[in-house]
């Protein structure tokens, strides 16, 4: 997951969750309140601000050890926060899409998910690598949301 905050001059500052040590991914998981990591992931597809919040402040607390997760805040996070799925995780989703389709002979899931992973994904042109990579590039190509 990649978490990005535009800061005031306008220049995007990306972190992504992969880059998290342990104790820091527990150091979020305690600071949201005992919340799993998995439910913390959920959470950042959700675009929930306390999760994306927590994750930025994992970073910050690298440079300024003593920020306290209460006292940091993220001013206008609505336009300025934003969290995005990587090709890991659409590698993930579209497997798991896939395996049930193919169970059905069907592509309708795979074809019905394809809006929702564009729009979270990071780089809109791993959805269609991802789709290459599983055979079913078909479904990506020549659609009004597609990176083509």
Do not use: C
Not at 12 to 24: C, G, K, M, V, W
Not at 29 to 51: F, N, S
Not at 113 to 133: F, G, I, S, Y
């Amino acid at each position: 997951m990649i978490i990005t905050y535009t800061l005031d001059d306008g220049t995007p500052e990306r972190r992504t969750t992969d880059d998290l040590s342990a104790i820091e991914a527990a150091a979020v998981e305690e600071a949201m309140g005992g919340v799993p990591w998995r439910l913390i992931e959920d959470r950042l597809r959700g675009q929930d601000p306390t999760a994306m919040r927590a994750v930025l402040w994992a970073f910050r607390r690298r440079e300024d050890p003593g920020l306290k997760f209460a006292e940091f805040d993220v001013p206008g996070w609505r336009r300025r926060l934003t969290a995005r799925i990587e090709r890991v995780e659409i590698d993930d989703v579209l497997n798991t899409l896939v395996t049930e389709a193919l169970a059905k002979n069907e592509d309708s899931a795979i074809d019905a998910m394809l809006p929702h992973l564009r729009k979270l994904a990071h780089d809109q042109a791993d959805v269609n690598a991802a789709l290459d990579a599983l055979g079913k590039g078909h479904l990506g190509r020549g659609r009004p949301d597609s990176a083509d």
